[in-house]
């Protein structure tokens, strides 16, 4: 895989060894910094088109005490007293001593279809840089930013796949001022909006509507925060995954990770170990992906974006009222159940009201009782959606092979700023090229897949984690796709799965539509700064 190296000055050199694990590769762990400086290092990472070492060096360097650090070269490895950790982790097997070290780890020039792979693991934390803030016009090393696939670029579809996805870049670049010029004519700025926040508010609407021109190939930097032995199992996914991208790219982290952690990952190359349990899992999808194979007959048809409720439980209210119950009572679970089935509706609502509490804001939310019931989705819905809400990994989501099968999105005022053709002409490009790289190339053939493109998953979660997501991607900022997902998921809960109570105390899930999702946060974020500088 080709990666584009930044140019760094002797001096800047200086100022990065101490801090980063490598200074030219697009995977690297950063080391001896504050917690806080890392944090807000990967905070920033997600709103900006730098990297995270040229972020460093332009905002945040000047304002870091490097006495005694330039002596330091983090890029040759840490040396650290690891013998109490090889004991006990490699002769006693103790795997939460590998819980107790983590890293900040930094992984650029990401495939949209890696991110997804990186981001998989529960017991992790993600920033990952949004398309919603940040253009894909430019070009990075002279390169517009997408992944191209060594296989691909050796065959004779290589010169095809370059041109066909350069021509993408080529649409959204024209996309974009056109839509701007539309948002400015269509929302035209208020007398109490500072030209920061309309600016910051247009430019989040037109990447808005032209993300979805963008292919699965598109990159991305990634920041992620996890402890040994959460890479550990990422690692060992990795290495056994069909995707070439995501093999080489597990190489890379493994080489940065131990120069900061070794002794927890000790046992990811080792044969009767790692390599075996890697093994273990490519052979293991191999075989299903066989058999399912041979069972079912898979007929692509064109489908619309819908969201349908496949399960649930009808009893789902009185079992999350028993698991109230619980801890208040000395009574076996089974008894709860049956006193809770007796009571009339008024005392039932009063149980719940009083565990639900007053809620002042969506961060308040009752405790793990309202995991005692569970719903699954059936969702269809472009990438660019399935992306964000691919995030919540509490819950159980599993997703089906990207293609364009299954239909796009166009967003009505693609028509209204005059760029429809463009779009449209955009979706044929992307899906002739899928179509003719999956004869060949059939992992590979994601890649062309422009974000305007539906994908088919299931999303399970229990009521905690649906008043969580539903709450927080309902809110007057998210994007409009995703909204729409979660503002079906609530209406079903309430409707179709009778539990209108549980989604009465959902009550932050904003049902509201809006033309300018983003000015309303703009606003409060300046508004923030200001007090802050007050």
Avoid at 55 to 70: A, H, R, W
Avoid at 151 to 158: D, M
Avoid at 354 to 370: E, I, K, S, T
Wanted: charged residues 30%.
């Amino acid at each position: 895989m080709h990666y584009v190296n930044e140019e760094f000055s002797e001096d800047e050199k200086t100022m990065l060894r101490p801090y980063f694990t490598n200074l030219e590769g697009p995977v690297f762990a950063l080391v001896n910094l504050p917690e806080v400086v890392k944090g807000a290092l990967f905070a920033r990472y997600s709103r900006t088109e730098k990297s995270l070492r040229r972020l460093f060096l332009d905002e945040f360097v000047s304002d870091l005490d490097l006495t005694g650090d330039l002596t330091v070269d983090a890029t040759v490895g840490l040396k650290r007293a690891e013998e109490l950790y090889d004991r006990v982790f490699l002769e006693y097997g103790d795997d939460s001593v590998a819980q107790l070290g983590g890293v900040h780890l930094a992984c650029e020039q990401a495939s949209n279809i890696l991110t997804k792979i990186l981001e998989w693991g529960r017991l992790m934390a993600y920033l990952e840089q949004s398309t919603r803030y940040i253009t894909y016009d430019s070009r990075f090393g002279g390169l517009y930013r997408y992944v191209r696939p060594p296989s691909v670029l050796k065959s004779p579809l290589g010169a095809r796949y370059v041109s066909d996805i350069d021509s993408l870049f080529d649409d959204y670049a024209a996309c974009l001022p056109q839509l701007t010029d539309w948002a400015r004519e269509r929302f035209p700025k208020s007398p109490g909006d500072s030209d920061f926040v309309y600016k910051q508010s247009i430019k989040a609407k037109a990447c808005d509507l032209a993300r979805g021109i963008l292919p699965a190939a598109t990159v991305s930097n990634v920041g992620i925060y996890g402890t040994g032995q959460s890479f550990e199992a990422l690692l060992l996914r990795m290495r056994a995954h069909v995707l070439p991208e995501a093999r080489s790219y597990a190489e890379m982290i493994l080489t940065e990770l131990r120069k900061a952690i070794p002794s927890f990952l000790s046992r990811v190359d080792l044969p009767d170990r790692g390599i075996a349990w890697s093994t273990y899992l490519s052979e293991q999808q191999s075989a299903t992906e066989e058999i399912v194979g041979k069972l079912f007959t898979n007929e692509a048809v064109e489908t619309e974006a819908s969201v349908i409720l496949t399960d649930f439980d009808p009893e789902g209210e009185d079992k999350v009222l028993a698991a109230i119950c619980f801890s208040h009572l000395d009574l076996p679970d089974a008894t709860i159940r049956e006193r809770v089935a007796r009571l009339g509706a008024d005392e039932k609502v009063a149980v719940l009201k009083a565990y639900v509490g007053d809620r002042l804001n969506r961060r308040h939310r009752p405790g793990r009782a309202f995991e005692r019931t569970d719903y699954r989705f059936d969702v269809v819905c472009d990438y660019g959606a399935f992306r964000d809400l691919q995030r919540h990994r509490m819950l159980t989501i599993d997703w089906q092979k990207l293609s364009p099968h299954h239909g796009y999105d166009r967003p009505d005022a693609l028509v209204d700023a005059g760029v429809a053709d463009i779009f449209d002409r955009a979706m044929d490009r992307s899906a002739d090229l899928y179509t003719d790289l999956s004869e060949w190339f059939p992992v590979e053939a994601p890649y062309a897949v422009s974000l305007a493109y539906r994908i088919r998953f299931s999303m399970q979660m229990n009521a905690r984690e649906a008043m969580h997501l539903l709450e927080l991607r309902t809110s007057p900022q998210g994007h409009r796709s995703y909204r729409v997902v979660a503002q079906q998921m609530h209406q079903l809960i309430a409707e179709q799965a009778g539990h209108r109570a549980l989604a009465e105390a959902m009550k932050f899930v904003d049902h509201e539509t809006y033309d300018l999702e983003r000015l309303e946060s703009a606003r409060a974020a300046e508004a923030k700064r200001a007090i802050s500088q007050a």
